[in-house]
């Protein structure tokens, strides 16, 4: 894979994933308010936390986003700080 190839596809996906963001935060906006409140129900958070979310900039990513980033890069750095298992030899 050349290094154009690479750029070209991490730029569709990074343009993919802001479109959605965009589509899904208008799409809170517009919400009545019994959609709203089943919604609130069914994800079991705040109408505040849900309109924080909608006013967000469709760049940058959710709370929750930035928690599993956050959680997959620890796991990687604990991972990586770990020795590998020694092996005993039984003889």
């Not at 994800?43 to 709370?63: N, V, Y």
């Amino acid at each position: 894979m050349t290094i154009r190839t690479f750029l070209s596809a991490r730029l569709r996906l990074y343009l993919r994933n802001y479109l959605t963001r965009r589509r899904l935060r208008r799409q809170l906006q517009h919400l009545d308010a019994p959609a709203l409140a089943a919604l609130v129900s069914d994800l079991g958070i705040s109408q505040g936390d849900l309109a924080a979310e909608a006013g967000r900039p469709f760049w940058r990513s959710s709370q929750l986003e930035q928690a599993r980033r956050e959680r997959t890069e620890a796991m990687r750095s604990s991972v990586s700080s770990v020795s590998p298992p020694r092996t005993v030899n039984a003889a």
